[in-house]
């Protein structure tokens, strides 16, 4: 049925098979490699939350949520026992947000259900979180500056304890009592960061939470903050307080959680023990594993430079007159018909590295210098003129025009290019003539070239973008994470798009958090760590581990892995992708594959 | 693989394009906000003791007057200009609520102008015309120069320096400086009288001096139009107004874009005194007309910052200031002119929940059709592959 469509290098999803009927199954021996793809309780052998012992605090069942155009979580599980710290993971995008909105009422799930303390329960707003002890601090602060740490307490919980001496003492004893320190009647705004971090985690508290969800607690924090946040967290685990902690950091989650559940492309992959796993299984649980193999095609490297990247530097100072390196001597090459990768946990500098590049951000240092020709000092319009594609990170934010026809977005980025405009003046003809060209050319799934840009699934805009960047003959593509959100199969075509151009002696510049993807498509491999380039690779010579090491910062320099580990690695990914590419992804038999999830960490060893 | 689209034939024709649907999606909006803003008024109105029929009456009956029509016509050539001025800027999300403060010093200057030089009208007319917009623009480049360098918002920028409009009025127009040394009979200080060449053409019918400056509003809304929907700088406009980010990633400079803009909206603010001034009044003084600039905000609203949309909107809004202007007559019933005040406002703020509700109701409907659409055909294409195999 499929036939006529351009295989996938691989498929995901048969691979991490729905988790329920797989729970039933999970031979016990999975327990030994430390992660499984069933469940935390080491000594369950059923799908029923541990009897004997309390009952889950959190139980997620089959949660899916779509919205127009995107599946943001795919038949989630996830039980948290009571009294534990329960990490989250997932890369950005993952579903981990989604995931914690249901399940604090501010969104409603599709399908699935929640049970709360064994109860089932349908949460409509935030409120009924709360009510149900459920208790939530966001990434970014919602205090009152101007206001005390008392009245921000209480602002919105008067009925609770009243707004006065009463609630000071709550406050007082709350504080005291998880070791919180908080001064009631300090002022919000001389509070330093992590302070202000517990007085939300006490707000929270103060309605009588009992299971508290901290979203990226520790992004804003410096590493003492962290340990002390840590310290907490570990109070009000003795205290009988359950914690979800949504992290990406690999370390953090180690050191402090006793569970771990990892997210990737919207539904649960996995779960860890903490006490077993190692940083880089879990970075590899985290962004993937299976590989396409990347020994099957020719190299279409030449020798002429199209990209070439001299001591790029941005700082920015912050308030408190800190300056924060984002990027440190940047220096990299990209030969025409070459895709170079960069691989990198998320938030190391990818997004300055692709905005600078495209001119976005005021550089504080170095040179780009694309087929030879300066762009160091021009603007974002001159860079795409002179020939660079941008297929950008987020799409919705940075590549279309949502509420736009599709012929218009078709025009965005490129109105000054032939066919969209003749002088100043715009040819909405000619647009669309060629919208409809790239919708057939790139399967753009669309019934017409008027209907908005927002009414398309992922993966269809994804593809018109592609479409449009590759209208106009471009030197050099930035592709980053281009198929984020996007549904197998237009994965699989958007990669073949990305290699016929490379063919035909495009240099590509990929940033991807998946490691399949940058070991299947890329020829050389480099690695960002907080801002520099720290390693670089071949990847056919490197296993995701190694990889995975290098991206924690943990090893620097070429990586080179042992001929046999990687051959290893590779055959195990060539019966993966074998397997995987038998049928459509989702209808594979469930009870095939599991074992390859849990063999592919041993793999590398 | 085959293609789920439609051959190349199978292209829309314009006419699909603009699909009986979008054509009712967008006019639903304003009419329900001008039903119910007339519902809201004879409620209030009955329960003052008046019959709100009759109020209505002699606002439909107010019409049909030549010289009322004329009338109208000629405060909708003003109010057109002042919503454009508002609607250019909020196309790309840029609010200038400055245009009231523009369009005072623009009509000083020009008042000034006109008095001191006296050339053939050729010449005297579109002087007067580019001094105007070169005030106004100058004056809005402030706002927009402020936000792209320091960060200010225009909102607040563009208030405060109406303030200092009326101030710089204040300072200039006293005698010896714009306004002529003795003062003539008259209590109220204003500029001497223009020079004759500076009076711009009528046309006269039954009803009255039409303004002749109708046809440079219509040049303005039709100069806009093509602006927006036909050159780059139009799309570049446009884009930034619909995402901001995506537009900086696609290569517009929006910094310069915000200038630009309140520059070209302040520059046709910068007219909307002149009808007044070259038609009518012929100086400028104390009692020149105010509040346009705000009205215009409410008209390019309404209007939904559309060239022909605010059109019709600037039309409405003459129409209920000329017709509201009889009500208070004994001989008419001795309503009260309030009552107008209420319905712009009422229609003013019902369009805006309205025009939210239905966009967002026509991008849900829309996703729902793609989807169902696509399923449709790929249900169809799997059918026939069942057949062939």
Same mark, same amino acid.
């Given at each position: 049925?499929?036939?006529?469509r351009?295989?996938?290098p691989r498929?995901v ?8 009927s797989?729970?039933n199954?999970?031979p ?11 469940d ?19 139980e ?5 949520k779509?919205f127009?155009?995107?599946v ?7 039980t ?12 950005n995008g ?7 909105k249901?399940?604090?009422g ?10 709360i ?7 409509n ?13 966001h990434q970014?602060?919602?205090l ?5 740490v008392l009245?921000?307490v ?9 707004i ?16 919180l ?21 006490l ?5 009588g ?27 009000l685990?003795?205290?009988?307080v359950t914690?979800?902690?949504i ?10 959680a006793d ?12 779960d860890?023990d ?9 970075a590899?649980?985290?962004v993937?594993?299976?590989l ?6 020719e ?7 199209m990209l ?13 007159g ?5 990027l440190d001597d940047i220096?990299?090459?990209?030969r ?5 990768g ?14 600078a ?5 005021p550089l ?20 795409r003129?002179?020939g660079?594609?941008y ?14 026809p ?21 040819d ?7 919208t ?20 398309l699934?992922?993966?269809n ?6 479409g449009?960047e ?14 984020r959100?996007v ?7 958007i ?9 035909a ?16 498509l890329?020829?050389?491999i ?5 801002g ?10 490197v ?14 320099g070429h ?16 019966e ?19 074992s ?8 590398g060893e | ?9 199978a292209?829309p024709?314009?006419a699909?394009?603009?699909s009986?649907?979008r054509?009712?999606?967008?006019? $639903? $909006?304003?009419?329900l ?35 009322h029509?004329?009338?109208i ?17 909020f196309?790309m999300?840029?609010?200038n609520?400055g245009v ?12 000034f102008?006109g008095?001191?030089?006296d ?5 005297q ?9 070169l005030?106004?623009?100058?004056y809005?480049?402030i ?7 320091r ?7 563009t ?15 006293v ?13 109220s200080?204003q500029?001497?009288?223009v020079?004759?060449s500076?009076h ?11 303004w002749?400056f ?9 100069i806009?139009?093509l ?5 780059r700088?139009?799309?570049d406009?446009?884009a930034t ?5 995506a537009?900086?990633?696609s ?6 874009m915000?200038?630009i803009?309140m520059?070209?909206?302040g ?8 009808p ?5 009044s012929f100086?400028?003084?104390?009692t020149f ?7 215009g905000?409410?008209i390019a ?11 019709f909107?600037a039309?409405?809004?003459a ?14 019933g001795?309503?009260p ?13 019902c369009?805006v929940?309205?025009y939210e ?10 996703q729902?059709r ?5 399923a449709a055909q ?6 026939t ?5």
């Open positions: 049925m499929r036939s006529t351009t295989p996938g498929s999803s048969p691979r991490f098979p729905p988790w329920p797989e729970r199954d999970a016990p021996d999975h327990q030994e490699i430390a992660i499984t793809a069933s935390p309780v080491p000594l369950r052998k059923d799908g029923t939350p541990s009897a004997g012992t309390a009952t889950a605090a959190v997620l069942r089959g949660i899916t779509r127009p155009g995107v943001a979580n795919h038949d989630i599980n996830l948290v026992r009571t009294g534990t710290v329960h990490a989250l993971m997932g890369e993952a579903g981990k947000s989604t995931l914690m249901i399940l604090y501010m969104q409603k799930p599709d399908e699935g259900t929640i049970a303390n064994g109860e089932q329960c349908e949460f707003t935030p409120g009924d979180a709360i009510a149900r002890g459920i208790g939530m601090v970014h602060f919602m009152a500056d101007n206001l005390t009245e921000n209480v602002l919105g919980g008067e009925k609770l304890y009243g006065g001496a009463r609630a000071k003492a709550k406050i007082k004893e709350i504080s005291d009592q998880y070791g320190g908080v001064r009631p009647d300090a002022l919000v705004e001389d509070l330093g960061v992590a302070d202000r971090q517990r007085v939300e985690i707000k929270v508290l103060y309605r939470a009992k299971i508290l969800i901290l979203d990226e607690p520790t992004a804003v924090l410096v590493p003492q903050e962290v340990d002390a946040l840590f310290d907490n967290l570990r109070e685990k003795s205290e009988g914690v979800i902690f992290s990406h950091k690999l370390h953090e989650v180690l050191a402090v569970a771990i559940s990892v997210i990737r492309r919207g539904t649960t992959v996995g860890a903490p006490k077993a796993v190692t940083a880089r299984q879990l590899e649980l985290m993937g594993a299976e396409p193999s990347p020994e099957s095609r190299s279409t490297v030449t020798e002429t430079e070439t990247v001299e001591g790029l530097r941005i700082a920015k100072t912050d308030a408190e800190i300056e924060r390196v984002v220096s990299l090459r990209i025409k018909g070459e895709i170079l960069i691989a990198g946990v998320e938030g190391n500098g990818q997004a300055e590295l692709v905005e590049i495209m001119g976005m951000l504080d240092g170095g040179a780009v210098t694309l087929d030879g020709k300066d762009l160091s000092g021009t603007q974002t319009r001159a860079r003129e002179a660079i594609g297929i950008p990170e987020d799409r919705h934010r940075h590549g279309l025009l949502l509420e736009a599709l012929w218009e977005n078709r025009i965005l980025g490129h109105v000054t290019e032939e066919p969209n405009s003749k002088g100043i003046l715009l909405p003809t000619a647009a669309r003539a060629d409809w060209r790239i919708v057939e050319e790139y399967d753009v799934r669309t019934p017409g070239i008027e209907v908005t840009a927002a009414s699934s992922g993966g805009q994804q593809k018109l973008i592609i449009r590759m209208s106009h003959q471009p030197k050099l593509l930035i592709a980053a994470h281009p198929t959100g549904d197998v199969g237009a994965q699989a075509q990669w073949e798009h990305i290699r016929v151009a490379q063919r002696g495009l240099a590509v510049l990929l940033i991807s958090a998946d490691l399949d993807e940058l070991i299947g890329s020829d050389t480099r690695v960002i760590y907080r520099r380039l720290v390693a670089d690779a071949d990847p056919a010579t296993t995701a581990e190694d990889l995975g090491t290098a991206m924690t910062g943990a090893a620097s990586l080179e892995s042992e001929p046999e580990a990687v051959e290893q690695f590779h055959e195990t990914l060539v993966g992708t074998e397997a995987a590419g038998d049928g459509p992804s989702d209808a594979a038999p469930s009870d095939a594959n599991p390859d999830t849990a063999d592919d960490p041993k793999a | 693989m085959t293609s789920p689209n439609p051959p190349a034939a292209k024709s314009l699909q394009r603009i009986g649907e054509i009712v999606l967008a006019l $639903a $909006a304003p009419v906000a001008i039903l119910l803003s007339v519902a809201i008024c004879s409620v209030l109105l009955a329960t003052s003791g008046k019959n709100p029929f009759d109020a209505w009456n002699v606002m439909i009956t107010f019409v049909s007057g030549s010289d029509q004329v009338l016509l000629n405060r909708t050539t003003t109010y057109y200009l002042a919503a454009a001025a508002a609607a250019f800027g196309r999300n840029l609010f609520i009231e403060g523009q369009y005072k010093v623009a009509a000083l200057f020009a008042a102008v008095t001191q030089v050339l053939p009208s050729f010449l007319i579109p002087l007067l015309l580019i001094t105007a917009m005030v106004g623009g100058l809005a480049s706002a927009g120069l402020l936000k792209v360098y960060g200010v918002s225009e909102v607040i920028s208030i405060m320096l109406n303030s200092i409009a009326t101030a710089i009025v204040g300072v200039l127009l005698p010896g400086i714009f306004a002529p040394k003795v003062s003539g009979t008259s209590n200080i500029t001497s009288p020079s004759e500076s711009f053409f009528s046309f006269t019918t039954n009803g009255g001096q039409l002749g109708l046809v440079i509003a219509i040049a303005v809304g039709v806009f139009q602006t927006l929907t036909r050159t700088f139009g799309f406009l446009r107004g619909r995402s901001e980010t537009a900086t990633a290569g517009v400079n929006v910094k310069k915000i200038v803009s520059v070209v909206s520059a046709i603010a910068g007219l909307i005194g002149l007044e001034l070259l038609q009518n100086y400028y003084g104390q007309q105010q509040n346009l600039g705000f009205l905000i409410s609203l309404l209007g939904r910052n559309s060239p022909i949309g605010i059109a909107a039309l409405l809004f129409f209920l200031d000329a017709a509201g202007s009889v009500l208070p007559l004994p001989a008419n001795e309503f002119f309030e009552i107008v005040d209420v319905m712009k406002g009422t229609i003013v703020i369009v929940v309205a509700l239905v966009r967002r109701y026509g991008l849900v409907r829309q729902k793609v989807g169902a659409q696509l790929a249900a169809a294409a799997t059918e592959k069942e057949v062939s195999a």
